[in-house]
């Protein structure tokens, strides 16, 4: 298994294929929040609306934490995976990663 402090560091060494400027379309929102509605997920994941709310907690709170933390509260779990398709998995780390920049970059916290 796979944790999410491994994960994450892949991920920020990895040239990113968003540009940091771009903020989540509608479809991508409600692509993130019918993941969320998966069966395989972890029985204590956060739904959709908590995860969302948690994340802009961390936006706008004194320290942004590390998303090893933050990905470790919204599931309940520090390792990967966190469903049965692989497929499915990556592109709901994708789309949390974009929505946490949304938010920050709507609340004017982009960095940090």
């Known amino acids: 298994m796979q944790d999410f402090y491994e994960y994450s560091n892949r991920l920020m060494t990895a040239p990113s294929a968003t540009p940091s400027d771009r903020v989540m379309d509608k479809p991508q929102y409600d692509e993130l929040f019918s993941l969320f ?10 739904s959709a609306e908590m995860a969302d709310g948690y994340m802009t907690a961390c936006a706008i709170g004194p320290r942004m934490p590390p998303m090893v933390e933050w990905l470790s509260e919204i599931f309940a779990q520090d390792t990967l995976p966190i469903c049965g398709d692989l497929a499915a998995q ?4 994708e ?12 609340l004017g916290a982009e960095s940090g």
Do not use: V, W
Not at 95 to 106: A, P, S
């Open 37 to 46: 509605d998966r069966d395989d997920l972890p029985p204590r994941t956060l």
């Open 90 to 93: 990556a592109r709901m780390l």
């Open 95 to 106: 789309l949390l990663c974009l929505r946490l920049r949304d938010i920050r970059q709507r």
